[in-house]
C-alpha cells in the first residue's frame, strides 16, 4: 500500500503507534525491543536496533507529565459524568514551557489516568527517598484530591489491582489560586484498598512496588462542580539532598537527567550520573529512530558527567527543528542501566 501510495504520489500517515493499527508487538510499546520490524520496513522507516526486553528496577527518575504525557505514558482518565473539561494543553499560565493541564466539572468519583504500558518497578526508588513532584493550583479553599499509584492485576483469581495514596488537601497546600510545589516521598503513600468488577476490597497488604502499572489523580470527595484544578509538571524525583539515603556501597546512582537548556539552540548540555566505572554509549535519534549522532562510546569513571551537543556547520544539514531523542547504555559489573529523554530543537 504505501509503495503504491508513493509511486502515483499521493501522502500517506501512520494512524497510531499502538494498539490495531501499531507497530509493536506488545503493549510494553519499546522502541529498542517491541517493533514489528516487518512492518517498520514496510513502511519505508528505519527498524531501530532490537535487543531482549528486561524488565529491571528504576534507578532513576523520570516524566509523567511536562507540557504532554512522557513516553510510554498512556491517557487512561475515566469520568462518572458531569460537564467536565479536562484540557491537558491549557496555557493558563504554566510554572514552565507552554502548557499545563487543567480540570474541572467532573464528577465524584472521576480521575485522571495515566497508564504505563512497560510498567515501573519504584522498589529501589523508594529506598532511595524519591518522591512524587507536581505543581497544583485551586481557588477552592477545601479541594481535595487523591492521588494514587495502583500495581497491577495478576491472572490469580484473589488478586487486584491495589491502590497505595495520598490525600492532597488545604492541610497540605494553600488553595489561594497560586502554584504550589508538592514533593510527596513515595513512602508516605498508603494503602487503600482495590476496586475491582465493580466490588471494593479492603487494603490486605498486597500493593506490589515492582508492578506498578497506573498513576492517578481522584475526586473521591467531592466533584468538580465550580472548581477550576490546574497541575504541572509532574514527575518521579530524587530527594533533596538533606534527606538520607541508605548506604549502597557506590558514590552516586545512576542518573539521566534532563538536557538544559531545552527547548535549545544551538547547543544543550546532557547531565548523567555513574556508580562505578561503566562503558558509556550515549546517542541522539531522530523522530524517525535514524540515528543522529554518537555523543559517547567508551568506558567513563564513576561519578557525574557533563556532555554538550551542538548544532555546528558540520551537522548542520541534517539537523532541523524537531523533537530528538538521547538514549544511553551503561554496562558495569552485574548491571545494564538504560534510558531515554526527549529534547526539542528550535531553530
Not at 56 to 67: E, L, Q, V
Not at 168 to 181: F, R
Not at 316 to 336: A, L, M, P, R, T
Request: aromatic share 14%.
Amino acid at each position: 500500500v504505501r509503495t503504491y501510495f508513493e509511486s502515483n504520489h499521493i501522502s500517506w500517515s501512520m494512524w497510531e503507534y499502538q494498539y490495531g493499527f501499531g507497530i509493536f508487538e506488545s503493549d510494553r510499546e519499546l522502541f529498542e525491543s517491541d517493533v514489528t520490524t516487518s512492518v517498520i520496513e514496510a513502511l519505508g522507516l528505519t527498524v531501530p536496533p532490537q535487543k531482549e526486553f528486561i524488565f529491571a528496577p528504576d534507578t532513576s527518575g523520570f516524566i509523567i507529565y511536562d507540557d504532554f504525557l512522557a513516553q510510554r505514558v498512556v491517557h487512561s482518565s475515566w469520568f462518572s459524568g458531569g460537564e467536565y473539561d479536562l484540557n491537558f494543553l491549557s496555557r493558563h499560565n504554566p510554572v514552565e514551557g507552554d502548557y499545563c493541564i487543567s480540570w474541572t466539572g467532573a464528577d465524584l468519583y472521576s480521575f485522571i489516568g495515566m497508564y504505563f504500558p512497560s510498567l515501573h518497578d519504584l522498589t529501589q526508588l523508594i529506598q532511595y527517598g524519591y518522591m512524587l513532584n507536581l505543581w497544583a493550583s485551586c481557588t477552592t479553599n477545601n479541594a481535595k484530591l487523591n492521588l494514587r499509584f495502583i500495581d497491577t492485576k495478576t491472572e490469580n483469581p484473589n488478586d487486584h489491582p491495589w491502590t497505595m495514596c495520598y490525600i492532597l488537601d488545604n492541610t497540605k497546600v494553600n488553595w489561594d489560586g497560586t502554584w504550589q510545589h508538592v514533593q510527596i516521598p513515595l513512602s508516605a503513600f498508603t494503602e487503600q484498598g482495590a476496586y475491582d468488577d465493580g466490588n471494593w476490597y479492603t487494603p490486605q497488604g498486597e500493593f506490589d512496588w515492582s508492578q506498578v502499572e497506573r498513576f492517578q489523580i481522584g475526586t473521591d470527595y467531592h466533584d468538580l462542580d465550580g472548581v477550576r484544578l490546574f497541575l504541572d509538571d509532574i514527575r518521579i524525583v530524587e530527594p533533596a539532598a538533606d534527606v538520607q539515603k541508605p548506604y549502597s556501597g557506590a558514590a552516586v546512582q545512576f542518573v539521566l537527567e534532563q538536557n538544559y537548556p531545552n527547548p535549545f539552540n544551538p547547543v544543550t548540555t546532557i547531565h548523567y550520573s555513574l556508580p562505578q566505572v561503566s562503558h558509556v554509549k550515549l546517542e541522539i535519534f531522530n523522530m524517525l529512530g535514524q540515528k543522529v549522532s554518537t555523543l559517547i562510546d567508551a568506558n567513563q569513571e564513576a561519578g557525574s558527567h557533563n556532555v554538550e551537543w551542538s548544532i555546528t556547520d558540520d551537522n548542520k544539514d541534517k539537523i532541523s527543528s524537531g523533537i530528538y531523542f538521547y538514549s544511553i547504555e551503561v554496562v558495569c559489573v552485574n548491571h545494564v542501566y538504560q534510558a531515554m529523554r526527549k529534547m526539542i530543537i528550535i531553530k
